[in-house]
């Protein structure tokens, strides 16, 4: 498998896979070194440690489906409880993993009509911001009913509250929880479109989390200083 990494410490255990075809200019995983390892190297090194949880994300876990779902049935077996973090490029995908994963995390990056805000974000032509939004609906739709967590960044540039308005009424019903999470406050992200430290403010984050919270019953602020769970 192509891996960014993979480790396990007390109570916490991590797949991150390489590759991701969605290409986000603020991305820092698109630097990140490749590592090549073995199927059953990755199932041993996981099988045999004693935490029940494993969480698998990175760039697009989607990519390496194949080996992922050999991965995912082998950890299963095993009693492991799966955390899948995925971009929602491959529904079909999604739906092979259902009854495997316990949570899936899904990363929404704007509206899901946002041609325009994806295009700023990705180097992604016209036709191709379009496909992947679809994609990330379909996602959505194959994974209502399960434990969801959508995850987004807040780009001081693009994320606006009338942008969150729209993004709380499209992901109503299908997520139990939204992380919203400030732009630069992880080791995740290069600057962009002139934001190179962490932003935007408290009080902005918890602007756009009272938003979200209208439509979400859970709303999760993450940043540099601001870690804060928000409850209807
Ligand atoms: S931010 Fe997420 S969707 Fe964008 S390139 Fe990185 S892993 Fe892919």
């Known amino acids: 498998m192509r891996l960014i990494t993979m480790y396990k410490r007390v109570g916490e255990a991590k797949l991150e896979l390489y590759g991701c075809p969605i290409g986000c200019r ?5 630097s990140r070194e ?11 090194f996981f099988s045999e440690y ?25 950890l299963r077996k095993r009693g492991k409880e799966i955390t899948l973090k995925t971009v929602g490029t491959d529904p079909a995908f999604l739906k092979d993993t259902l009854g495997l994963v316990h949570r899936y995390i899904i990363e ?14 990705t180097s992604l032509d016209e036709d ?3 496909a992947h939004l679809a994609d990330l609906k379909n996602s959505l739709e194959v994974l209502k009913g399960q434990k969801v967590r959508s995850m987004t960044r807040v780009l001081p540039t693009i994320i606006d509250p009338e942008r969150m308005e729209r993004m709380g009424q499209q992901l109503e019903g299908y997520v139990e929880e939204a992380q919203l999470i400030q732009f630069m406050s992880g080791g995740n992200d290069v600057p962009f479109e002139g934001s190179d430290r962490p932003s935007p403010p408290l009080e ?10 209208r439509h979400v ?7 540099d200083g601001i ?6």
């Open 50 to 74: 004693e935490t029940k949880r494993v969480f698998i994300g990175g760039a697009e876990p989607a990519m390496q489906k194949r080996e992922l779902l050999e991965l995912m049935k082998a």
């Open 26 to 30: 603020f991305c820092a995983h698109k």
């Open 217 to 223: 019953p859970v709303v999760l602020l993450q940043g």
């Open 227 to 232: 870690d804060a769970t928000m409850k209807r």
């Open 34 to 44: 490749k590592r090549d390892v073995p199927l059953d190297q990755v199932i041993k």
């Open 108 to 121: 929404v990056r704007a509206p899901l009509d946002d041609v325009e805000a994806i295009r700023r974000m």
């Open 204 to 213: 902005r984050m918890e602007e756009l989390g009272e938003i979200m919270l």
């Open 128 to 130: 191709a911001a379009k």
